[in-house]
């Protein structure tokens, strides 16, 4: 398929890099394609930044048929652009749009579509310490139509957006709120996914743990309230004795590409990850002997962020005297040296595009 091109006649103004924060700005171009059932995936093309047009029935307003993905593009010290496992997140994409009842992409003309709008769009690319492009690619049931079925018509796109840290600590350890009451996801559900609904699911929790001056939510799985699963925007690890424990992919859980880079770094390194079911009681227990070393979670957003206390009900835990782990730092420094290109990539997990 052909990749149709429209420059964008009336480009922004950059922004301040050192005030870019998370997800305010987009760049000039996006990437659309269409979907129907006679013509499959068609009409793919860069376009100027701009709306959509909708009709008021379309089914992704009133069903929540929409999936996406997130990654980035990073301006290394070399002058070279790159992606870091791109082929991980577009295989990702697909296993959501199955849950979700959307039709397949082709995993490599979405790579090149994504490779074609980041050149179109380079020069937006924030070259300042620990900046970053974010790579939006999403799905979309648009049929005008009120009855609950899967979408006949969609559109893929994606959009551009210069990022800098997403939370405002950085890399300082951030203050957790375990969710007792709500729940994310279930087994059998849709959180394996990355559906924009999950999300929609964490807003109220989100919300509380806010007023109580935390920064994001741990969440617990939702048949006994008891294991621990994963915090809003991240995956999770805890450091007790000389295991890395991380909650195993139970189908309620985003399977993260930081977190699957993160177990293969670590095992790299000799360190013991175990995948398994952890209850929040074995990391009182694990806090109250002394045991718990150290916490931290995984994503693209944030990539490394250290979890320096965990309220849980009336109670705070303070984590490794509320500091970044030696872990935490290393997994930091050597991901983020890979993504930037400053140390050698063993793993051929970049993506130099351009």
């Not at 100027?48 to 990654?71: I, R, W």
């Not at 090149?112 to 999403?138: C, K, M």
């Not at 002997?289 to 931290?296: A, D, R």
């Amino acid at each position: 398929m052909q990749i149709k091109f429209e420059r964008n006649t009336a480009p922004k103004p950059k922004p301040d890099q050192t005030k870019l924060g998370f997800g305010n700005y987009f760049t000039d171009h996006m990437f659309v394609m269409k979907y129907d059932e006679t013509e499959g995936w068609h009409n793919a093309g860069i376009v100027p930044y701009g709306p959509f047009c909708l009709d008021p029935a379309a089914m992704c307003l009133h069903y929540g048929q929409e999936v996406f993905e997130g990654m980035k593009a990073y301006y290394g010290s070399d002058g070279k652009v790159r992606l870091f496992r791109p082929e991980e997140n577009i295989a990702r994409l697909n296993a959501s749009n199955e849950r979700l009842c959307i039709p397949q992409l082709d995993e490599a003309f979405v790579l090149r579509a994504i490779e074609e709008l980041v050149n179109v769009d380079r020069d937006w690319i924030p070259t300042q310490d620990g900046t970053s492009l974010y790579i939006r690619p999403f799905v979309f049931a648009v049929d005008p139509y009120v009855g609950v079925r899967p979408a006949n018509q969609y559109i893929f796109a994606v959009i551009l957006s210069p990022v800098g840290a997403y939370y405002p600590e950085g890399l300082n350890p951030v203050s957790i709120f375990v969710e007792q009451e709500y729940v994310r996801a279930v087994r059998g559900g849709t959180g394996m996914a990355k559906a924009g609904g999950n999300y929609a699911a964490t807003l109220k929790a989100q919300g509380i743990a806010k007023q109580k001056g935390y920064t994001q939510v741990l969440w617990l799985d939702g048949i006994e309230r008891k294991y621990i699963e994963e915090v809003g925007t991240m995956n999770v690890f805890f450091v007790i004795g000389d295991e890395i424990i991380t909650p195993e992919l139970s189908g309620s859980i985003l399977p993260g590409i930081t977190r699957k880079s993160c177990i293969e770094l670590l095992r790299n390194k000799g360190y013991n990850v175990v995948e398994r079911a952890l209850a929040l009681e074995e990391v009182l227990q694990a806090v109250a002997s002394g045991q718990l070393k150290e916490s931290f979670g995984t994503g693209t957003a944030a990539v490394i962020s250290p979890v320096g206390a965990l309220a849980c009900g009336e109670e705070v835990i303070t984590i490794n005297s509320g500091k970044t782990g030696e872990i935490s730092q290393w997994l930091y420094d050597e991901l983020t040296g890979i993504q930037w290109g400053k140390i050698a990539d063993q793993y051929g997990w970049t993506k130099v595009i351009g």
